[in-house]
């Protein structure tokens, strides 16, 4: 498909487990972000790349949070010892580089810490 | 630092009347609008957004948006609503001096549009 491409799309963890979310961006799209969405809020940042750099991590909430996109295409957000605070969807987006470009929105991946 | 306001946690209108949902918005320097809807268990999708030029700005689906500089507001309209537009809609942000590339959204606002 021509979207953003997100997997799995529901996930329940137990506490402690470690997760992995993909997310593969729009051919050609060199801008990369995660976002988290708590119920019932709105987007909130995580983190940012522009090709294989990750440019801007400072809204990762803690260290157990860590994302990579090593060939500048698809990336992985991973999440260390989940607690039940991560519980949230993890949306991904992506962009082209020139500014004021729109970005897009995968359809999340729902993760839920039991 | 960047941010966005939506007054309004939910706005109820009749099918065939005009809909406003209000967005404010703080940055440093000019700002980059967007409008994104999001339905239920999906993703966001893309609305209409204000880059710069004219203040009105229209989108999918027969919404639009106005830029006002002097009130630091970028409310989306839609002049007759329908029940299909009932959903969850966010305003977004980006300072493109101060901000980098990421988009700062507000904390969404229901629409319900009732027959």
């Known amino acids: 498909g021509a979207g953003v491409s997100q997997s799995p799309r529901y996930k329940v963890a137990k506490r402690g487990q470690d997760v992995a979310l993909r997310c593969d961006p729009i051919?050609?799209?060199?801008?990369l972000f995660w976002y988290q969405q708590a119920l019932g809020q709105g987007p909130e940042f995580l983190t940012y790349f522009q090709n294989e750099a990750q440019l801007d991590k400072s809204g990762l909430p803690s260290d157990r949070f860590f994302a990579e996109r090593p060939e500048g295409s698809v990336s992985t957000l991973k999440i260390q010892r989940t607690q039940q605070e991560d519980s949230a969807v993890y949306l991904c987006a992506s962009s082209l580089v020139r500014d004021g470009n729109t970005i897009y929105f995968g359809e999340g991946s729902w993760l839920t810490v039991v | 630092a960047q941010s966005v306001a939506q007054p309004e946690d939910q706005v109820n209108v009749a099918e065939g009347n005009p809909l406003t949902v209000k967005c404010t918005y703080s940055?440093?320097?000019?700002?980059?609008l967007f409008w994104y809807v999001q339905y239920p268990n999906r993703g966001l999708q893309f609305l209409l957004k204000?880059?710069?030029?004219?203040?009105l700005v229209k989108g999918s689906y027969g919404f639009e948006a106005e830029f006002n500089k002097s009130q630091t507001s970028f409310h989306l309209k839609k002049p007759s609503a329908l029940v299909s537009d009932s959903a969850l809609y966010f305003c977004?942000?980006?300072?493109?001096?101060?901000?980098?590339?990421?988009?700062?959204f507000g904390t969404g606002t229901q629409l319900k549009v009732e027959l």
């Open positions: 051919s050609g799209h060199v801008s």
């Open positions: 977004a942000v980006r300072d493109p001096t101060g901000g980098g590339n990421k988009l700062t």
């Open positions: 940055v440093s320097g000019n700002p980059y």
């Open positions: 204000y880059i710069t030029g004219d203040n």
